[in-house]
């Protein structure tokens, strides 16, 4: 009988609880999700290797691109000599139609031609489909990352698809909306074949342009003249001032413009025999510079900066009628209370970025940067490891007294800025190779929907530091982490592997104290026998 007291204290003191005090080493946590899971990217496809290759195609020469997906060089073959001037052949290892860009007429026999014509149209990306529950023409920002979105693209031909088992959209279908390029004094012509549902329009901000065309109607792309769904309409231009410009839909300027309807127009210096590379598709490298350019730059890259709001972009996500998108946007949305979640860089968030936006450099480079910012907020440009030289402002030349180095680009909403980023290792141009971050150092820039790393954040990467696919050495865990549809989903933590995963990931259920349970039990298991034991006892006594 005193026993069972005993037991019965035992089992008290050891019996598990709710709660449970931590030793001096942080517990481990509980193991809840596996590194090999379908959510898990490979940093790099390397769907095509072979177009990173320097070459020559019908005569166009184009510079070799260490990026992961590097652009179509047979795209870039045609947006230098136009559909009209290359072989069938070529044109057909695109997804350009044969009148998205033609080129005629050398009218002041400097060896190029002076009458350049383009076509374009209005993608959806990420749009609903009227067929089942499901997005089509899918584009991935980032991991796991779809926004609806709308983008200027040239007139193409074929599916939109990559394939026929594919939701996901052509390679020339994407943003944001191509750097177009055309030479000072050339005769332009801008047409818009709408063929959304929508009516939009295509202002040319800061390139000189008429405001009406030769016939009379409208060429300056305002929302008092738009292109409805199944018409078109040309602007004609021929640019005196050359320089780094823009272009936007100005129909509901706020809520087109937001969903991805600008883009980068740069007016090139005339100078003879100067082919340039009218569509730069997805932005990024220009693989085929301008003569003036080539006569002073060894490179030249155009850096694109825009901001989505989820909000606006789900809009489209959820009704295939243009009524209710047209309501919905124009009357229940208000871009006063609106949020920027998305911040891409040439199309792209992080770690996407490393895929296509990579600046890549030697030493004792001059590279030219065209910087233009499309989002709605400032972006504070800022290169590690370099001090680069502002050149010009919107599309303006600055005189070499006034122009500025620095560290940090202050960039507003839809002003461009032309950079020389000099590699001289001299302690103020360049603190030597490295894999040197490039970002917008307003703090929401370098995140995606508030997760970092993420945004626009880019690397400024010497060649000898990249490995063979385009992809940045010393990496490695960081890539694992990040290509990772969970990552940005908020599913996994920030540091939920490798040594530090027990003190930084998930603050998961430690386990129990097995010791305690068994001596409880034990304890809890004997009282009760004993107390059966002697109740048995007992109870054949009084029989008895």
């Known amino acids: ?21 931590a030793d001096i080493t942080p517990p481990a946590t509980v193991f809840n999700r596996s590194a090999e899971t379908a959510s898990v990217e490979k940093p790099c496809s390397n769907e095509h290797p072979e177009w990173r290759q320097a070459q020559v195609i019908d005569g166009v020469k184009i510079d070799e691109s260490l990026s992961c997906e590097p652009d179509n060089p047979y795209d870039i073959a045609v947006a230098v000599k136009g559909a009209n001037n290359v072989s069938m052949q070529t044109l057909m290892q695109t997804h350009l139609a044969q009148d998205a860009l033609t080129m005629t007429d050398d009218l002041d026999g400097d060896g190029d031609p ?19 529950d499901f997005l089509i023409n899918t584009y991935d920002i980032a991991p ?63 390139v000189d342009h008429a405001w009406l065309t030769a016939a009379g109607d409208d ?45 980068m127009f740069i007016v090139e210096e005339n100078q003879p025999n100067n082919w340039v590379q009218t569509f730069n598709i997805g932005a990024g490298q220009v693989r085929h510079p301008a003569v003036a350019v080539q006569k002073a730059y060894s490179q030249e890259y155009d850096l694109y900066y825009q901001s989505i709001d989820k909000k606006l972009a789900q ?15 124009s009357r229940e949305y208000n871009m006063t209370e609106s949020f920027e979640n998305y911040f891409m860089l040439n199309g792209h968030s992080f770690p996407y970025t490393l895929r296509d936006a990579v600046v890549v450099a030697n030493g004792n480079e001059d590279i030219k940067l065209h910087v233009a910012n499309a989002q709605r907020s400032l ?69 995606t929907d508030g997760m970092e790393p993420g945004g626009n954040m880019a690397i400024l ?40 995963a027990p003190l930084l990931g998930e603050a998961g259920l430690i386990a129990p104290d097995y010791v305690h349970i068994i001596i409880s039990g034990l304890a809890a298991g004997l009282a009760l026998g004993l107390i059966i034991f002697v109740a048995l006892v007992y109870k054949r006594k009084q029989k008895l």
């Open 1 to 21: 009988m005193l026993l069972i007291p005993a037991l019965i204290a035992i089992a008290a003191y050891f019996v598990p609880t709710l709660s449970q005090k």
């Open 114 to 132: 002076d009458i350049i014509r383009i076509k374009l149209e209005v993608v959806e990306l990420n749009g609903a489909s009227p067929d089942g």
């Open 144 to 206: 796991g990352i779809q926004p609806g979105l709308w983008v200027f693209a040239p007139k193409s031909s074929g599916m939109a698809l990559k394939n026929f088992n594919s939701l996901v959209a052509n390679p020339l279908l994407r943003a944001p909306s191509p750097v177009i390029r055309v030479e000072q004094g050339d005769k332009v012509y801008v047409t818009l074949e709408n063929t959304h549902y929508l009516p939009h329009t295509i202002h040319l901000h800061g």
């Open 219 to 263: 060429n300056d792309g305002m929302e008092e003249h738009p292109v409805f769904p199944g018409k078109s309409h040309t602007y004609e231009i021929q640019p005196r001032h050359a320089g780094t410009m823009f272009y936007h839909c100005h129909v509901q300027t706020a809520q087109h413009y937001m969903m991805g309807l600008n883009g």
């Open 315 to 329: 809009i489209i996500q959820g009704a295939n009628d243009p009524r209710l998108i047209a309501h919905r946007m």
């Open 379 to 447: 972006v504070a440009l800022h290169i590690h490891g370099h001090k680069a030289t502002i050149t010009a402002l919107d599309g303006v030349d600055q005189p070499a007294a006034t122009q500025v180095t620095r560290d940090v680009f202050d960039i507003a909403p839809a002003q461009r800025i032309d950079l020389r980023l000099r590699t001289n290792n001299n302690g103020l141009d360049s603190y030597g190779p490295g894999l040197w971050m490039f970002h917008d150092h307003v703090p929401t820039g370098t995140t």
């Open 461 to 500: 990467a010497y060649k000898p530091l990249l490995d063979g696919q385009g992809m940045p050495k010393m990496h490695e865990a960081l890539l694992d982490q990040v290509f990772n549809k969970d990552y940005y989903a908020k599913k996994q933590a920030v540091w939920g592997e490798g040594d530090f």
